[in-house]
């Protein structure tokens, strides 16, 4: 799956990203408290990304951002399939949408 960029730096920059909210939601106390030590700083080392890693993978947490981003793409068509205007800027704002999903940041 592309992600665009490496997670280090959404770590290292202290981003609340989707990951981040759900990994820190599910952790246990001791996870948060690790977490903590270095989320949200620069010189977060490659074993700290690593563990951040582990806890996406031990709490599964990948397919729940998936299923968010594909409920909120689909919502989000839905809403524009239903704006009055013409056809020709819903299948531009539809190709808009495409576009933010796919692209590479």
């Given amino acids: 799956?592309?992600?665009g960029k490496p997670v280090d730096g959404d770590i290292k920059a202290g981003k609340?990203?989707?990951?981040?909210?759900?990994?820190?939601?599910?952790a246990k106390p001791d996870e948060?408290?690790?977490?903590?030590?270095?989320?949200?700083?620069?010189?977060?080392t490659a074993s700290d990304i690593n563990y951040f890693?582990?806890?996406?993978?031990?709490?599964?947490?990948?397919?729940?951002v998936d299923t968010l981003s594909q409920n909120l793409e689909t919502e989000s068509q839905d809403l524009i399939k239903?704006?009055?205007?013409?056809?020709?800027?819903?299948?531009k704002l539809l190709n808009l949408l495409k576009y933010l999903k796919t692209r590479n940041k």
């Fill in 82 to 91: 239903n704006l009055p205007v013409t056809n020709s800027y819903q299948t």
């Fill in 53 to 64: 890693r582990e806890l996406i993978t031990k709490y599964q947490i990948s397919p729940q």
């Fill in 16 to 26: 609340q990203t989707l990951y981040y909210f759900y990994v820190y939601r599910r």
């Fill in 1 to 3: 799956k592309i992600t």
């Fill in 32 to 44: 948060k408290q690790k977490l903590k030590k270095f989320f949200g700083k620069p010189e977060a």
